[in-house]
């Protein structure tokens, strides 16, 4: 889109509990420094942050790259992970596969591609067993 | 009321984030699932959780929590304890439980 006025990238760390949440952390801070209203900004804040973590307990982390605009925020998460084998179970509240260490830290609810979907205007999955999964939020402003 | 203002009507205690004794309290919210309180706290919170990692600084962060209180004497790890204080997330202690917490802040709220 021509009328980008922005792009981010961010590499989220393998396995690395202690830096989630870096990445919306500072997508965040952009957004409100480019004078993006509080609500936009929670979206994408709750939105990136869930796939940040999704990257991290189930992929061996990737990349965040984000796109902005003045009329949308386009985010897409690419990771080299197991992929997702059952898309439509893993979009049900309270559906999760987190590990024990993941748990124990306050995650694994069951609500990360649910929060997604809730909190993104669109939501795009794309995923290949073995191979990965790349997921495009957009939201608009 | 701000945070400032907590400490002293409960008697809690500041274990990080100096900078965000001045933030404004509007409300409270308990959950120890980063993931609720992600979707459903709302700006100007005062969180509650027993959970001490360095995540529930960043979530803290992400949501706009005027503050987060501790329960139960659980200890902030100490990466925590940096981050908040380098995002001014003020991080308060108390012996109190989450329940005896919530019983008193609809007393000061």
């Excluded at chain 1, 992970?81 to 893993?90: L, Q, R, S, Y």
């Excluded at chain 1, 609500?111 to 939201?139: H, P, Q, R, S």
């Excluded at chain 2, 706009?64 to 981050?83: M, R, Y």
Aim: with cysteine; charged share 20%.
């Amino acid at each position: 889109m021509s009328d980008i006025v922005k792009t981010l990238h961010y590499d989220v760390d393998p396995k690395d509990f202690d830096s989630v949440g870096e990445a919306s952390g500072k997508t965040k801070n952009v957004l409100r420094q480019l004078g993006f209203p509080p609500e936009v900004l929670r979206r994408v804040a709750i939105a990136m942050y869930e796939g940040e973590i999704n990257m991290v307990i189930h992929a061996n982390g990737g990349t965040a790259d984000v796109e902005i605009s003045p009329k949308q925020i386009k985010i897409t998460l690419k990771d080299n992970g197991p992929g997702i084998p059952d898309i439509e179970k893993a979009m049900q509240k309270g559906y999760s596969t987190a590990s024990e260490e993941a748990r124990s830290l306050g995650f694994g609810a069951g609500m990360g591609l649910f929060n997604m979907d809730t909190y993104a205007d669109e939501l795009n999955i794309t995923t290949k067993i073995g191979v990965g999964t790349t997921v495009e939020m957009i939201i608009r402003t | 009321m701000t945070v400032s203002d907590l400490i002293n009507k409960l008697d809690l205690k500041l274990v990080a984030g100096a900078d965000g004794l001045d933030h404004a309290i509007s409300g409270c919210y308990i959950c120890d699932l980063l993931s609720l309180v992600m979707s459903n706290s709302s700006s100007g919170n005062v969180w509650v959780t027993v959970q001490t990692n360095i995540n529930v600084v960043a979530v803290a962060a992400l949501t706009d929590a005027a503050c987060v209180v501790i329960a139960e004497n659980s200890q902030l790890e100490p990466i925590a304890v940096s981050k908040a204080d380098k995002e001014g997330i003020a991080v308060l202690s108390t012996h109190m439980t989450a329940y005896e917490i919530a019983c008193k802040l609809k007393d000061v709220l």
